[in-house]
């Protein structure tokens, strides 16, 4: 049972490339969300889905977009990358209980 | 607005010793609260949680304390082990028909286990 998987686990990308960061949970889990989490904080949400077809903001959205067209996969794309972005970003999964993480992303915008 | 925060960044304990962390929370429409643990390189891990109509939850070695009255929230790790260092984090969220899966995150307690 894999739980939440994302890839990559490490990405460096250049001011203004995009990318998709992949979220997947094989947990037939209704909720997915994706978080950042910077030196010396906690995660904040950018944006969360309670269902395929459902998507809202979180705390932090500018600069990222989210689709949910399955119930499984949840990603994450930065559109026009700034070092701000400059962060390590988790997806979580959950069902009506305790989200679920999973190993993280490490994206470092030059 | 809403938010959740942890009495002390660090907490250094020696192995064997418990260990009590702390957490406010401030949003008294909170029902649902998590404790996670995080090492190093990795996602955080569900410890343990509690729904705001209890008071006391016990799991393997852990307990989680609720006080509604002065919205405060506890981890304790009973006979710590310098495998429970990590930084622990508590989070808030709404678990009933208005649940979105949305956490609201403390900033975190680093817990150092002395050998």
């Known amino acids: 049972n894999a739980g939440v998987t994302q890839t990559p686990k490490f990405q460096v990308l250049k001011t203004g490339q995009s990318m998709t960061l992949q979220c997947a949970q094989d947990?037939?889990?209704?909720?997915m969300s994706w978080y950042r989490q910077d030196p010396g904080m906690g995660l904040r949400l950018i944006h969360y889905?309670?269902?395929?077809?459902?998507?809202d903001q979180g705390e932090v959205p500018n600069g990222y977009n989210v689709s949910r067209s399955t119930t499984e996969d949840f990603p994450l794309r930065l559109l026009s990358a700034a070092p701000s972005q400059t962060s390590v970003y988790f997806c979580?999964?959950?069902?009506?209980?305790?989200?679920?993480f999973g190993q993280g992303t490490r994206l470092t915008v030059v | 607005g809403e938010s959740v925060g942890l009495h002390l960044p660090t907490l250094s304990v020696q192995e064997g010793d418990n260990s009590i962390i702390n957490c406010a929370y401030s949003n008294s429409a909170s029902d649902y609260f998590i404790w996670y643990k995080q090492e190093s390189g990795k996602g955080p891990q569900f410890i343990i949680d509690i729904r705001s109509n209890m008071d006391k939850r016990q799991g393997q070695r852990v307990t989680v304390l609720l006080n509604k009255t002065v919205k405060h929230l506890s981890l304790q790790i009973a006979a710590t082990q310098p495998g429970d260092s990590a930084v622990y984090f508590c989070a808030e969220t709404t678990h009933g028909s208005s649940n979105t899966g949305k956490l609201i995150f403390g900033q975190g307690t680093t817990l150092q286990v002395k050998p």
């Open positions: 889905s309670v269902g395929a077809g459902i998507t």
């Open positions: 979580a999964s959950s069902n009506r209980a305790a989200a679920f």
């Open positions: 947990m037939n889990h209704e909720y």
